[in-house]
């Protein structure tokens, strides 16, 4: 059997090529255009999928990328939503979440014992009793989700864009298009996006019968094409919106981030479903889909339909039906009366026309796989009664529903748009929009179709008003006629299957036993329910759970409100939202040098670092051993390009590093260096580093490598508030650093300039400025990793000329290099905490023994409040520099391990290492103030749960070298 | 010692010779290398021809080699002036010098200077070392590109938010803003006729940047172009 039906007049289809593909193992042909169910319908095929919780028969509904009880996979991708996915040549398709086959799914008992099944059962049947849960879980596990997750998906670039227009229209239907071509005539560029294949929206489908529509839509469209500012974007969705107009836009290519000076919001409706007993059964669907099939894929819905309406709307299916081929059984209107004149055409048709009347059910085919009639009786629309007493059954094979429509809003609310419920039209519509936003179309109430072409004009002159040029501001339109919308157009039945949401398999009753557990608001009914939950995201479900829920609980739907819309609006794959993965990162100018020479980096903040140099076959451990072990012996040599380096200048210079770190500057001599420690507000230490003073007008500061950014930005946002005079530099880029470390250093360097590096001429914590293999640098003196440390900071591109003059020179005296990894051992071996590693977001300078690096006697430093309160107030943590035992050979404690007493944790481990030239573990740890005396021993807990006993000692640790 | 040797053969420590930020990017691919402004600096890809082409569809060439100076401060504009060196009347705006020198003034104190093929007043400024009060020198290490032809929006509208097109930034304009989630400057120029794109970032990101452009002018029909493309 095959509903296809001759050519439509713009129908989307190209019959000139057949396409041949399989569905569940069935070969059939289609015509290029088709989509996957259009293209089943069309073969006769009505069971297209399977409900998710009961497994119930399902066809089509909306055929409006909203059937997501029909989602196919072709063996690589999955959840592919049927109605709008066009069918391809050799395609293989079987439906999703079904178990054999589609139309013989073994999970279709489950419909059979739904009554054991209703909503929010799993909430309270598994968790009781607890050793069941792993058992319950596996079967939930299994049964939940639709589709097989493929890993071995290719990986498909999805490109993210960013993209700009003065108006963004959203919609391309009558509306849509009109205000688009407006805007573009006022010289505005200007883009619309429609999620459909095809531009039109309901112009191309709902026609009563009658072709003029299509006309009217070709004019439109070559006014739209004829603009070369306009850009119309099909198969793509409008996903959300974000503040200061950006909407990303998604097609198959990827996203698309528009950012408009205007928006305007023509996206349409959905049709609503009205609600019976088994309106769920395949060929029962929205009038609109019936209109869809025909006019886009020229298939006939039915062979003899029925229609169920509440609205004129219906009427007009009716006669699109008629034209189809359909024969019309009858138009069943749940109010008292019709539109005159439709009716009057339908009768001339041979219609029979039952108003006051509903579909008390309709009646499954003996294999459930369509409609076999419906059962018609009298309603009382007043009290919401079906009146069965003189029911009776009409034989048909599939049923047209209208019953009224919710406004495409998503984007409205998420942007912030005052929605009211108009009971003239029974819909929320705009009330407030915010500026820039403006609504046209059935979104904004409007439906007849003039009227919304006109909608659309108004909303274009306000949107160019908006935008700064002339336009003539016209009068909001209001709906004239009957409503569009039922107000309530839920039919009740004893037996239910009386379906609300086809999503989540969720009918009236289950609303009602909702609110009789107390979840009576739409925020929380939808939780227990999960009503809208499906990926349809409630496009058909949530307006019938509001009525509902009024109903309930005796309010009007205003007082109910909606739930919350977020972005994205609808389901967006994974691939698009990651789209091209950019991994920005910083190497120094000896990247290359660090990676000949083997060595193995790491990331800390943006930069890659040399961590360590392993020789062939080494041990990580070992590596770092052997160059600590030069550092201390001979010499080492790192890169320390990375670490933040700012310059101020200018006279204020002293005063606004005095403000922003806790020590004293104005005092400090030319050619000096000191300490700089950080905090916040809080007295919390944020990071620390160093001053060297290069002149008295002129500080070149080294922080730490992750802090960097931060620090600088934190020190612009200070200025701003200050306004002292200087000028802040961030080098971190244009210059670059070398450590040369241990007894050579010296004589290594000296070889290289004429500074005099005595330590009478140059002693620790000085800077000078002095030409190093002939370039100039900045020699800073320090003891951070070892007592003869020289910091060499130099142009960044001619950090490798410098270096490779001290590997050259530096080869007899045994240097090497040693990376990040070592340093922090060195650094440990010294006994320097480092915030970050021996600090954490809570840590004020008392409790890492700093009080040496706070100068409260100051008039002001950040922090300096909260430190006042915090010295009044007894530590209750403190750091303590500690070792194990000698010839400690058991479980080695990490960091991180927690320091016990009995059966509390009183601290944590925050460094701890192996120390070769030390020979011992050494290492820092949160303890009780009661712990921190040198000698006293505390335990600390391994990740094998044993017990390690330390002792506190003094630093340096490299006084240790002896028994502690 | 094992793993580190020095190559002291190839290694003069009076011959101070720069490298690219961006040419560990280009390590793997066959490039021909020149000594520029005394940087090592990738003057060819592949043949003329086909890069002619690339420059037409989408071209990204390394210009890290050209002469670079920054200044800020409160008497920054006066101290260009006393230099004779013609400023920008307005902020986030460019001009061309005398000196064949691209001025950016990049905030109402703050200017980076750049010497195009001939220009020389970034040497001229480097070469005075004397500290003024409110005038600050900014030490400079861009990595800096060229991006031509006709898909160049296309690249840029993957990386960068906003609208880079000639009906939003004019022909003098400069804009700081974010290029594939890193700080970067970005202007319109003309050179030798052709209309291309200047980008400049912090040179430690120079490789990064370089591989991100690539990979799209790539997918877009576009490459790599040396620098011999524009140095004539």
């Known amino acids: 059997m095959t509903l296809r039906i001759a050519k439509q007049t713009g129908e989307w289809l190209n019959r000139d090529k057949k396409i041949h593909f399989e569905f569940e193992g069935q070969a059939l042909t289609a015509f ?25 028969a399902r066809g089509i509904l909306s055929l409006a990328n909203h059937d997501v009880n029909i989602l196919v996979t072709d063996g690589i991708d999955t959840n592919m939503r049927a109605d709008v996915v066009e069918v391809t040549e050799g395609m293989k398709l079987s439906a999703v979440n079904t178990s054999g086959s589609v139309k013989k799914d073994k999970n279709s008992y489950i419909d059979s014992i739904s009554p054991l099944l209703p909503v929010g059962f799993y909430y309270k049947a598994f968790h009781t009793p607890r050793r069941l849960f792993p058992f319950w879980e596996n079967i939930i596990r299994k049964a939940a989700g639709l589709g097989i997750v493929n890993f071995n998906y290719p990986r498909i670039l999805k490109r993210k864009q960013h993209t700009h227009c003065d108006v963004l229209v959203i919609g391309a239907g009558p509306s849509g298009l009109t205000a688009a071509y407006l805007a573009a005539q006022a010289g505005l560029t200007v883009t619309i996006v429609d999620e459909n294949k095809q531009a039109g929206g309901s112009l191309g489908y709902d026609r009563a019968g009658d072709a003029a529509s299509v006309a009217q839509l070709q004019d439109l469209l070559n006014k739209v094409t004829s603009q070369d500012n306009i850009t119309l974007l099909t198969a793509s969705y409008a996903a959300g919106y974000y503040p200061d107009h950006l909407i990303p836009i998604v097609s198959a290519q990827g996203i698309s981030k528009v950012r408009a000076r205007a928006v305007i919001v023509a996206s349409g409706a959905f049709e609503q479903p009205p609600v019976f007993r088994y309106n769920d059964l395949p060929a029962v669907m929205l009038g609109s889909a019936a209109q869809r099939l025909i006019y886009r894929y020229g298939v006939k819905p039915f062979n003899h339909g029925l229609v169920l309406t509440a609205n004129d709307y219906g009427y007009r299916v009716a006669l699109d039906l008629l034209q189809a081929g359909t024969k019309v059984v009858a138009v069943v209107d749940m109010r008292k009366a019709g539109d005159a004149a439709y009716t009057a055409k339908l009768i001339e048709h041979g219609v029979k026309i039952y108003t006051g009347h509903c579909v008390y059910e309709a009646l499954a085919s003996s294999d459930k796989s369509s409609v076999k009639g419906a059962v018609i009786c009298a309603y009382d629309d007043k009290n919401n009664l079906a009146l069965t007493s003189n029911k009776f059954t009409l034989a048909c094979d599939g049923i047209a529903m209208s019953a009224g429509w919710t406004g495409a809003s998503a984007l409205l609310y998420q942007a912030g748009t005052g929605m009211q419920f108009n009971y003239q039209i029974e819909q929320f519509i705009p009330s407030r929009l915010p500026d820039g936003m403006f609504a046209a179309g059935k979104v904004n109430g409007v439906f007849n179709l003039e009227q919304r072409l006109q909608d659309g004009v108004r909303a274009a002159n306000a949107a160019i008003g908006y935008l700064g040029l002339k336009a003539v501001q016209t009068e909001a339109i209001t709906h004239t006629g009957s409503s569009p919308s039922h107000p309530y157009p839920m039919v009740p039945h004893e037996k239910g299957k009386n379906f609300v949401d086809f999503d989540e398999d969720i009918q009236i009753k289950d609303f009602v036993n909702a609110a009789k557990e107390g979840f009576d608001n739409i925020e929380l009914m939808k939780r227990f329910t999960t009503v809208g939950m499906g990926p349809s995201q409630g496009k058909h479900s949530n307006m019938n759970a509001i009525r509902i829920l009024a109903k309930i609980r005796n309010l009007p739907v205003e007082k109910i409100g909606t739930t919350t819309s977020r972005p994205f609006f609808h389901p967006t794959p994974i691939g698009h939202l990651a789209g091209r993965g950019f991994h920005a990162h910083r190497l120094t100018s000896l990247h290359d040098w660090h990676h000949t020479h083997g060595a193995v980096f790491t990331d800390i903040g943006a930069w890659k670092r040399a961590a360590y140099y392993p020789a062939p076959g080494q041990a990580k451990q070992d590596a770092i051993q052997a160059e600590a072990m030069a550092v201390r012996h001979s010499a080492g040599i790192i890169d320390s390009s990375s670490f933040g380096k700012i310059e101020l200048h200018g006279p204020d210079a002293a005063e606004f590093l005095e403000r922003f770190f806790t020590g004293v500057y ?78 050579a250093a010296r004589i290594i360097l000296a070889t290289l300039t004429d500074l005099d590096l005595s330590d009478e001429a140059f002693p620790i914590s000085c800077v000078r400025e002095a030409k190093v293999a002939g370039v100039a640098a900045r020699v800073i003196r320090l003891s951070f990793v070892s007592d003869k440390t020289y910091e060499l900071h130099v142009p960044m591109s001619q950090v490798p000329h410098v270096w490779h003059a001290l590997m050259t020179v530096g080869e007899k005296h045994g240097l090497r290099p040693f990376g990040s990894d070592t340093q922090r051992l060195l650094r440990l071996e010294m006994g320097h905490a480092m915030p970050g590693v021996d600090t954490d977001g809570l840590t004020n300078p008392f409790e890492i023994a700093a009080d040496w ?35 400690f050979a058991g479980e080695m404690p990490m960091d991180c391990n927690l320091v016990i007493e009995g059966q509390d944790i009183i601290g944590r481990v925050t460094s701890i290492s192996y120390s070769q030239f030390i020979g011992r573990c050494i290492g820092f740890a949160y303890v009780t103030p009661d712990k921190t005396a040198l000698g006293s021993t505390f335990s600390i807990r391994t990740d094998n749960g ?19 | 010692m094992q793993g580190f040797d020095v190559n002291k053969q190839g290694f003069d420590v009076n011959k101070i010779v720069q490298v690219s930020p961006t040419a560990h990017a280009q390590s793997a691919e066959i490039t021909q290398w020149q000594i520029v402004n005394d940087m090592k600096i990738a003057v060819g890809f592949e043949g003329a021809d086909i890069e002619k082409y690339r420059k037409k569809v989408l071209g990204v060439t390394d210009v890290s080699c050209l002469a670079r100076y920054g200044v800020k401060g409160p008497q920054a504009a006066q101290w260009l002036a006393d230099h004779e060196i013609a400023i920008p009347a307005n902020s986030n705006s460019w001009t061309m010098c005398d000196q064949k020198t691209l001025v950016m003034r990049l905030g109402s104190s703050e200017f980076l200077l750049e010497d195009q093929w001939g220009g020389g007043a970034c040497k001229q400024l480097a070469a005075d070392s004397s500290r003024q009060a409110n005038v600050y020198k900014v030490a400079r290490a861009d990595a800096a590109f060229i991006l031509s032809g006709s898909a160049v929006l296309n690249l840029l509208s993957e990386l960068c938010a906003i609208d880079l097109s000639e009906q939003s930034l004019s022909s003098k304009e400069v804009v700081m803003t974010q290029v594939a989630g890193i700080s970067a400057t970005v202007l319109r120029q003309t050179i030798a006729g052709e209309p291309v794109y200047r980008l400049w970032c912090d040179g430690t990101y120079g490789a990064y940047m370089w591989q991100v452009l690539l990979d799209i002018a790539v997918e877009l029909g576009g490459g790599a172009v040396g620098l011999a493309q524009y140095q004539n």
């Open chain 1, 32 to 56: 290029k255009g088709d989509t996957i169910t259009s293209a089943l319908w069309a073969a006769g095929l009505t069971v297209l999928g399977r409900s998710f919780k009961y497994h119930r």
């Open chain 1, 666 to 743: 104005k005092t400090q001599k030319v050619g000096a260096c000191r300490y700089l420690m950080l905090l916040d507000e809080s007295g919390v230490v944020v990071d620390d580093g160093i001053a060297s003073r290069l002149a008295e007008d002129l500080f070149y500061l080294s922080i730490g490598t992750s802090n960097a950014a931060a620090v600088y930005r934190e020190m612009q946002r200070y200025q701003q508030m200050w306004q002292l005079n200087l000028g802040l530099v961030n080098v971190t880029g244009a210059f670059g650093a070398i450590g040369i470390a241990g007894p």
């Open chain 1, 853 to 887: 690096a706070i100068k409260m006697n100051k008039a002001y430093f950040i922090g300096q409040r909260s430190l006042a309160i915090l010295a009044k107030r007894p530590l209750r943590k403190q750091l303590v520099p500690f070792v194990l035992a000698q010839n």
């Open chain 1, 946 to 964: 044993s017990l390690v006993t330390a002792t506190v000692v003094a630093t340096p640790f490299l006084n240790n070298q002896k028994d502690a």
